[in-house]
């Protein structure tokens, strides 16, 4: 099925600094969600952006729906050692695939105390 | 219990044997999904129930039987599988509501860690 394209695939980053990451599609979605998931656990769902241009936070992560409607990056600032993990990015188009999610290959973080 | 939760977390299992997976869900949402997420690959979607419909069926073999009795509770029947199935088996949930065009995100469970040896 269709994939999205999430760079980078890994990031070993040392604590306190920021980090950011991207997914760009070939396709426009109308949703654009960010999840986070721990060794051993299901995703968890950190932000969700339903507007092209929309820029929300969430703590010391932000992410933005780009205006394209094709991308969506997130940033986190200050980091520290419990935001090791892999983070995915999934975008939907409601009106055609309903809640139906399509998935980036995923961003494996380190951070290094 | 709120949200998603998956029973067992781990099973192993032989090649003949048969098992079941559970899922339930807490929020009142209308539609489950199955997904199978190995390493180095990203999740990949097997079954989707709407309203307790199947709906989706991702050329998911045969060994694989979802079973979904109301709205609240999802399993995934396994028989005679294989090696390669090994893998994190994640269900979700979430609430379609296509006229309203946002959340309708999916909340997923912990998992449950599948060896087939």
């Known amino acids: 099925g269709q994939q999205l394209n999430q760079s980078p695939q890994s990031m070993f980053i040392q604590e306190g600094e920021d980090v950011s990451m991207n997914c760009t599609s070939s396709s426009i979605f109308n949703t654009w969600l960010w999840y986070k998931q721990d060794p051993g656990e299901g995703p968890v769902l950190l932000i969700a952006l339903y507007k092209a241009g929309e820029l929300t936070s969430n703590g010391r992560l932000t992410a933005q729906f780009g205006i394209t409607r094709k991308d969506s990056f997130l940033n986190i600032s200050a980091s520290i050692p419990s935001d090791v993990g892999i983070y995915f990015c999934a975008g939907q188009l409601v009106e055609t695939s309903g809640s139906r999610l399509t998935f980036g290959e995923g961003t494996q973080l380190t951070v290094n105390p | 219990e709120t949200g998603v939760t998956q029973t067992p977390r781990h099973l192993v299992m032989g090649m003949t044997n048969k098992k079941s997976l559970k899922c339930e869900q807490h929020l009142g949402h209308n539609a489950m999904y199955w997904y199978k997420q190995s390493a180095k690959k990203p999740l990949e979607l097997m079954f989707v129930y709407s309203l307790e419909e199947r709906v989706e069926n991702n050329s998911v073999p045969s060994r694989f039987s979802p079973e979904c009795p109301n709205s609240s509770h999802l399993f995934l029947h396994l028989h005679t599988l294989q090696p390669e199935d090994s893998a994190l088996y994640l269900c979700?949930?979430?609430?379609?509501?296509?006229?309203?065009?946002?959340?309708?995100?999916?909340?997923f469970g912990p998992g449950t860690r599948l060896t087939v040896l």
């Open positions: 979700a949930s979430s609430q379609e509501n296509l006229l309203a065009g946002r959340d309708n995100e999916q909340f």
